[in-house]
């Protein structure tokens, strides 16, 4: 299994709408790609709750979580019709788009547990 984490700085007026568009438009077509098996997206904290427990406050206000079930198959999406047609709608909400992509050597699914 592999995740790319993909980092968005996004206007706070344009928050929601970046919201909506993962919902609306990326995912549906995240999951007609062969290998896909999940994604999370995950908002920032406000720096004043960042600083009461001592956290960073990164230039980024949004990071997306791709998982996949190998790089090839993330590549495939990369480079397949949805991605072309869903990404343009990311890109107008972001400011700035960094991403790293990691091979997952563990999960705790704790969660998955109950």
Same mark, same amino acid.
Do not use: E, S, V
């Given at each position: 299994m592999i995740r790319l984490q993909? #980092? #968005?700085a996004v206007d706070d007026g344009d928050g929601a709408a970046f919201e909506r568009m993962y919902h609306d438009v990326y995912v549906p077509a995240l999951r007609r790609q062969q290998g896909?098996?999940?994604s999370s997206l995950l908002r920032r904290y406000? =720096? !004043?709750v960042l600083e009461e427990f %001592? %956290?960073?406050v990164v230039p980024y206000t949004y990071q997306l979580e791709l998982d996949f079930d190998s790089e090839e198959n993330r590549r495939l999406w990369a480079q397949s019709r949805d991605h072309a047609d869903a990404?343009?709608?990311v890109l107008a909400l972001a400011t700035s788009v960094q991403s790293c992509g990691y091979d997952v050597a563990a999960i705790d =699914? =704790? !969660?998955d547990a109950a």
């Open positions: 993909i #980092f #968005f896909y098996l999940g406000p =720096a !004043h %001592g %956290g960073t990404w343009p709608d =699914a =704790a !969660h």
